[in-house]
Antibody, heavy 121, light 107 residues
Framework: QVTLRESGPALVKPTQTLTLTCSFS??????????VTWIRQPPGKALEWLAR???????YYSTSLKTRLTISKDTSKNQVVLRMTNMDPVDTATYYC?????????????WGQGTLVTVSS | DIQMTQSPSSLSASVGDRVTITCRAS??????LSWYQQKPGKAPKLLIY???SLQSGVPSRFSGSGSGTDFTLTINTLQPEDFATYYC?????????FGQGTKVEIK
């Protein structure tokens, strides 16, 4: 059974750096084709794709946010970490991590429950 | 980036109705199209992948079709638990973008 769980601060101040951790089980990110993606959703708004890290350590970022994002993985701990710099109130959102398999239809078949991050002074 | 445009943005329907949601990609995405259902306060749930494949455990009243740039999600015989927001998402080219969502409300 695949499970993912996001963790991190619920509140950050403007200009601070946000660090979120996705802890997962039921698969290994060292297995060929496995990917973990971060996705966010501001309150009442649509889903937004942020960043993806692949089994081979390739990394991909949102075009509009790439200067602020860093994604990394710790395969031994089954964790993926997302860092977002220079946080702003517009970054207030629920942040999800999700699993996909690149060597196939590439859909998000498993999601974490999400973690709400509020940016406020 | 590939833009995904859903229509309508919202709709009102009754239990038992047939509902159709469309999704258009700004460039061809082959069949790399998925549909998700999201209820308030919950993570999205995968319904359809590869444009027309039903995810395990999803009721057969949900179906998907299309390829290239135009796709459709159909819900036959709408049930009370189907009132939710639906998103399409392409995975043909990174970044894997989402549509803006379609909210299905009770008439």
């Amino acid at each position: 059974q695949v499970t993912l769980r996001e963790s991190g601060p619920a509140l950050v101040k403007p200009t601070q750096t946000l660090t979120l951790t996705c802890s997962f089980s039921g698969f290994s990110l060292s297995t060929s084709g496995m990917c973990v993606t971060w996705i966010r959703q501001p309150p009442g708004k649509a889903l937004e794709w942020l960043a993806r890290i692949d089994w081979d350590d390739d990394k991909y970022y949102s075009t509009s946010l790439k200067t602020r994002l860093t994604i990394s993985k710790d395969t031994s701990k089954n964790q993926v970490v997302l860092r977002m710099t220079n946080m702003d109130p517009v970054d207030t959102a629920t942040y999800y991590c999700a699993r996909s398999v690149f060597t196939g239809p590439r859909h998000f078949d498993s999601w974490g429950q999400g973690t709400l991050v509020t940016v406020s002074s | 980036d590939i833009q995904m445009t859903q229509s309508p943005s919202s709709l009102s329907a009754s239990v038992g109705d047939r509902v159709t949601i469309t999704c258009r990609a700004s460039q061809t995405i082959s069949s790399y199209l998925s549909w998700y259902q999201q209820k308030p306060g919950k993570a999205p749930k995968l319904l359809i992948y590869a444009a027309s494949s039903l995810q395990s455990g999803v009721p057969s009243r949900f179906s998907g079709s299309g390829s290239g740039t135009d796709f459709t999600l159909t819900i036959n015989t709408l049930q009370p638990e189907d009132f939710a927001t639906y998103y399409c998402q392409q995975s043909n080219r990174t970044p894997w973008t989402f549509g803006q969502g379609t909210k299905v409300e009770i008439k």
